[in-house]
Nanobody, 120 residues
Framework: QVQLVESGGGLVQAGGSLRLSCAASGTIFSINAMYWYRQAPGKQRELVASITSGGSTNYAESVKGRFIISRDNAKNTMYLQMNSLKPEDTAVYYC??????????????WGQGTQVTVSS
């Protein structure tokens, strides 16, 4: 069993910053790639950023230059530093991870989501 718990969401004015965290716990041998997704009301869930176990990153065009994804492998934790926030960044943000469990099986896990609201 693997659990992902996000934290750090909230209400911020446009131009402000927030830092999201995603902590993984449970039966974990190692974590491969980790991802941040978001879903705005009435829209499909979209991939925001990803990071490999080695630290290679990718970003959606809409957040490039504003968001920074990082991870601390020792703590099984991933972060998303969000700067220069815009109202269109308002969404529920979810973390997702490919986790290698002790039995040698790779599972994909989701967090419960954290709300980010950016006011204009």
């Amino acid at each position: 069993q693997v659990q992902l718990v996000e934290s750090g969401g909230g209400l911020v004015q446009a131009g402000g910053s927030l830092r999201l965290s995603c902590a993984a716990s449970g039966t974990i041998f190692s974590i491969n790639a980790m991802y941040w997704y978001r879903q705005a009301p009435g829209k499909q869930r979209e991939l925001v950023a990803s990071i490999t176990s080695g630290g290679s990153t990718n970003y959606a065009e809409s957040v490039k230059g504003r968001f920074i994804i990082s991870r601390d492998n020792a703590k099984n934790t991933m972060y998303l530093q969000m700067n220069s926030l815009k109202p269109e960044d308002t969404a529920v943000y979810y973390c997702n991870a490919d986790v290698l469990v002790v039995a040698g099986i790779l599972v994909n896990a989701w967090g419960q989501g954290t709300q980010v609201t950016v006011s204009s």
